[in-house]
C-alpha cells in the first residue's frame, strides 16, 4: 500500500475511535511528530508501530493495512 494511502487510514482510523493524535501517540509510546509525520505519509511505518495502532484502536492489522481486499 502507498505511504499516502496508509496515511489517510492510520488518520481516519484514529479519528474514528476519537484518539487527538496527541492521545494516541502518549499511549503508543511515540511522540506527537512521529505519529503526525506517519499520518501526513512523511514516515514509512515500521510492522510492528502498525501492528501497535492496530491494536490499540481495537481493529486488525489487515484492517488497517487493507490487505483484507
Sequence with gaps: ME??????RV????KL??????ELAKVLGVSV???GSLERGTRKPDARLMM???NTLGI????LMDTES
Design 11 to 14: 488518520r481516519a482510523f484514529r
Design 60 to 63: 486488525s492489522y489487515e484492517e
Design 33 to 35: 511528530a512521529v505519529l
Design 3 to 8: 505511504n499516502h494511502q496508509l496515511a489517510q
Design 52 to 54: 501497535n495502532i492496530a
Design 17 to 22: 475511535k476519537g484518539y487527538t493524535q496527541q
